[in-house]
């Protein structure tokens, strides 16, 4: 999930594509995104809102943007999320007039959300395109969530048990990253980024000059 700006470099030919990105936690797909959009230009990851603590060397409108549950009611009731849910007793949400604002530029945004969030994008920007992303086994995912050492043992299991359920949404979206071979996996994510630069509609705005002269 997210908002913000990160990373620019798109040429401003016109709207960027929407890619939502999903995956249980632990499956590494923070550090598959971030490291598409320190290769890639013209990529942008939203920051979003989040209602939960910030853990220990998180930054405020770099990592989230940290608001307490009252400021994020005030937004849903203004309409200013583009989606919004609520995920292991904290609410997380998109806003809407950021990821607007990017578009427009012509940069491309990945946004970093669960499955109840991917389904309220897909019916208010149907034209996106979502990626899931899975880990290679039930064991590989519960040795990453601990060997990030942020969690005690019963969160983590509560976290592999949430899993199941999430990894059964796969087949709602276009595109299944298995991220076992994390260079593998980022590999495949620029793949899917750069092919839809390659979208007719993409071209002909990025190369608008060059049609009317061959056209001509």
Request: contains cysteine; charged residues 25%.
């Amino acid at each position: 999930m997210s908002n913000d700006a990160s990373k620019s470099g798109a040429e401003g030919t016109g709207p960027g594509i929407l890619y939502i990105v999903s995956a249980p936690s632990g499956t590494g797909k923070t550090s598959l995104v971030k490291a598409v959009q320190e290769a890639l230009p013209g990529v942008t990851v939203s920051i979003s809102y989040t209602t939960r603590p910030r853990r220990p060397g998180e930054r405020e409108g770099v990592d989230y943007h940290f608001v307490d549950p009252d400021r994020f009611r005030s937004m849903i009731e203004a309409g200013a999320f583009l989606e919004y849910a609520e995920v292991f007793g904290n609410f997380y949400g998109t806003a809407r007039h950021t990821v607007d604002e990017v578009l427009a530029r012509g940069e491309d945004v990945l946004l970093e959300i669960d499955w109840q969030g991917a389904r309220q994008v897909r019916d208010r920007v149907p034209h996106c395109r979502s990626i899931f992303i899975l880990p290679p086994s039930r064991e590989v995912l519960a040795q990453r969530l601990r060997a990030r050492g942020q969690d005690e043992e019963a969160v983590i299991a509560r976290r592999l048990a949430e899993a199941v359920s999430e990894m059964s949404h796969y087949e709602e979206y276009d595109f299944l990253i298995i991220n076992d071979r994390f260079e593998e996996a980022v590999a495949e994510l620029q793949a899917i980024l750069r092919a839809g630069r390659l979208g007719t509609a993409c071209q002909a705005r990025r190369h608008r000059a060059l049609l009317r002269a061959l056209l001509s």
